[in-house]
């Protein structure tokens, strides 16, 4: 399996998320509230399934499994502010049987500036039998698509 996306980082396993700061991310200051920093690591973990063929939604209807965040580990390094530019990085740190860690920054990109680390965070995702909310593996199908990520990694 070939990932090609203009998200997928050509140096490593990353993917990549364009994030826009909107008056609605911030508090009364323009400064992004800290909870939405979740908010926009989640997207990029979403989308990134999406771009390896995995709709979160699909998933739950055709499969009854779904992804939820057992454990989240968050550093605040700067302020993201109204109208920044971001970019929301997701990684693989580890994958087991029934889970998935992921590794996962954001970074305010400036035309002019060097990239700058904002935030960065660990975050567990649980793979669930939906009906029951009962910890299941992660589908073969799934972990074969990041085994042949990560194959594809090493290989560049």
């Known amino acids: 399996m070939s990932v090609q996306s203009s998200n997928m980082s050509r140096t490593d396993r990353t993917f990549v998320w364009p994030v ?5 991310d911030t508090d ?23 771009c390896l063929g995995f709709d979160q939604a699909r998933l739950v209807q055709e499969r009854g499994l779904l992804f939820a965040v057992r454990s989240v580990k968050v550093d605040y390094l700067r302020p993201a502010r109204l109208d920044d530019m971001l970019e929301v ?14 590794a996962q920054t954001v970074v305010r990109t400036a035309t002019g500036s060097a990239p700058e680390l904002l935030s960065r965070g660990e975050v567990k ?3 669930l ?3 029951s909310f009962r910890p299941r593996s992660v589908p073969d199908d799934i972990l074969e ?3 042949a990520l990560e194959a594809e990694t090493r290989e560049r």
Do not use: H, K, P
């Open 20 to 24: 826009r700061v909107y008056y609605e």
């Open 28 to 50: 009364a200051g323009g400064v992004v509230y800290y909870a939405n920093y979740l908010r926009f690591m989640e997207r990029a973990r979403t989308e990134w399934l999406r």
């Open 89 to 102: 990085t997701a990684a693989i740190g580890s994958m087991g049987r029934a889970s998935l860690q992921f």
């Open 125 to 127: 995702i649980a793979c």
């Open 129 to 131: 039998d939906a009906g």
């Open 145 to 147: 698509a990041l085994s």
